[in-house]
């Protein structure tokens, strides 16, 4: 390699940087390098918190050791930079990296023993099987069970309920606060009027996202005419011929998993003549950022926005 | 399943048994033609309303005329939008068929169960079918392989691949000598089904993101029907009906008695072992396809046996002709009642079809059955 084309590298990975650096905010949590953790707030307690249950729970001094049980509940956690008081997550917790070297638990199919194995003083949990949080109360662990929220809205509370419950609470305000920056700012971004027609595939029998969902909610914060709408449930499965007739402008795929693709949906009969389909508007999105109800669902409304309005990130 | 282990005769005598002679003289002497008429119209009617109903919304004349457009020199779809002839022909008519394909296999194969195992529980999930596609299915789905093989889908060969060897293992766990005892084999089955449930129980524990697609197989449904579908499930399915069909009498004769059977010289063990050959590779493929619909196997046989007597000859050929039907108006609820939302058809062959059964049961009590 001579001179000249080694500087015309070094030039492209220079613009490309500051490409990136331009379009991109810094993100509001980075799953390569884990936030700072801040010294928890101890002034406000004891705090009394209600969890998704209608228990309150009670709080005498910050936890200082947590048992994150699910994806979601641990990034919030890291982004409030409480994750000094994480000392366990649960098997689906993979942002921020540094949590693999935590101990893991199962939270689909979690054994009380093995959670109170962990010395944790606070268990956060994202759904309860079989009275779970009763056992967990009994051996004395305090437990906070966070249903999993069905709008950005229900992601805001869930922040400053962890906030507050964390010794965070200012911090919870301000990452709440960034988030609703961030979000009217790439609103403001979009287009005036109603946005393409959508249809987001969660399997390959055509189960989709619809209103009253987490995913439903990003695609109306995003103004686009989520096809599932129509149903009027949150996890409903469509029918072929209803996709067909509904004519989806773009069709986003969280099935990359099960072996699903542009060519595979471009190969089903009768979708060849769905406009997604003859736009060359199918795309494969990534299940567990999109439908991660925690700090980085600013990113995914990003991923999705690129995606919805290709025209506008040009 | 459960109903099974609580069930205590497992060898009931079969309903003919009690008939007088005269009576069941007159039963086979009834000619078989108009019932089976009558079954081909229902059948065809039924085909056709689904045909011209579905969430699409596409008018009545349009449906019409896209499906003529296809005779040679009839050209009526003008001024029709494409995506209504993909939806009638690739999307609509290969669902009604693979339904009714499907109702008509389970229904068959049900008889068949019933007849060789001399059993009214029997139907086509008895000895493994079911639990076996399931599981087949989950592997592919948990292991995250490529999903096709050659143009096809693996998910069916998987599922079709686990119905076999399901099959198969509770076949050669049952068999003593020469014989496969029925009450053994029922055993096995049920031994069988608890285990490859337990699997696909834990399976789908440890994997959180496939969860749905399971479920699909599991509760079964035709939303991903298509012409390659039911193509994969015809070789294996018409030469099982036609080995079925043929053998009719023989049931009839087994039915009454094993020993008698063999006194009139009918070889009882390699018949079992072809009917229930034939009977389990047709429920596999259809299941294969399908996912597993419940109902269809155990209800439709006995509707027709209390409406029609039992007769082998006749029970088959109209547990055929009446479980397409029957599936395919249950799959026309499932698309429609909820749309443009799909409700597992499992659920509404349930809902539907068991009132009709018990009320039947009513009205036939301290009759023929």
Sequence with gaps: ?314 | MNILRRAEPLELPAPSVDLPAADLLALVRRPLWPRLLLGVAVLLAVALVALAVGPAGIPLDATVRILLSRLPGVDLADGLPRSWDDIIWQVRLPRVLLAGLVGATLAMSGATYQGVFRNPLAEPYLIGVATGAALGATIVVVSEASVSWHGLSLLPLAAFAGALSAVVLVYSVARVGGTVPSTTLILAGVAVASLFTAITAFLMLRTTTHTLSVFSVVLGGFNTASWPRLAWTLPYVLPATVVIMAHGRILNVLNLDEHQARQVGVDVERTKLLLLGAASLAAAAAVSVSGTIGFVGLIVPHTVRLLWGPDNRRLLPMSLLLGGAFLILADLVARTVDQPSEVPVGIITAFCGVPFFLFLLRRAKGAVY
């Excluded at chain 1, 101890?42 to 910050?62: M, N, Q, R």
């Excluded at chain 1, 079989?130 to 009994?138: C, H, T, Y």
């Excluded at chain 1, 029998?205 to 109306?220: M, V």
């Design chain 1, 1 to 314: 390699m001579n001179l000249r084309s080694l500087l015309v590298l070094f030039a492209a990975v220079l613009l490309f940087a500051a490409a990136c650096g331009d379009a991109e905010p810094s993100p509001v949590l980075s799953c390569r390098q884990a936030p700072p953790s801040t010294q928890a707030d101890a002034s406000a307690f004891p705090v009394t918190v209600e969890d998704s249950t209608g228990d309150s729970v009670t709080l005498e001094a910050p936890p200082s050791a947590i048992a994150s049980l699910s994806a979601g509940h641990t990034e919030i956690l890291y982004a409030l930079g409480a994750g000094g008081q994480v000392v366990a997550v649960d098997k689906t917790s993979d942002c921020p990296q540094a949590v693999s070297q935590l101990p893991q638990v199962d939270a689909f199919s979690p054994s009380a023993e093995a959670i109170a194995g962990l010395n944790a003083d606070l268990v956060v949990l994202f759904f309860g099987p079989a009275d779970l949080k009763q056992s967990l109360e009994q051996l004395g662990l305090k437990v906070l069970l966070l249903n999993s929220p069905e709008s950005v809205q229900g992601v805001y509370e869930q922040v400053a309920l962890l906030g507050r419950a964390t010794g965070h609470a200012t911090a919870a305000e301000d990452l709440v606060e960034r988030m609703r920056d961030d979000i009217e700012r790439l609103q403001d971004g979009l287009p005036d009027g109603e946005g393409p027609r959508v249809f987001h595939e969660i399997d390959s029998t055509y189960y989709t996202a619809g209103p009253g969902s987490f995913i439903g909610d990003l695609y109306s914060l995003l103004r686009a005419r989520n096809i599932a709408d129509a149903t009027g449930q949150a996890y409903p499965q469509i029918s072929a011929e209803a996709i067909i007739q509904a004519d989806p402008e773009v069709i986003l795929l969280a099935d990359e998993d099960a072996g699903e693709s542009p060519a595979t949906v471009a190969a089903r009969p009768g979708w060849g003549e769905i406009s997604a389909v003859k736009n060359a508007r199918v795309h494969v999105v990534d299940p567990d950022i999109v439908s991660r109800p925690g700090p980085r669902l600013v990113d995914a409304l990003q991923t999705l926005a690129r995606l919805l309005y290709p025209e506008q990130f040009e």
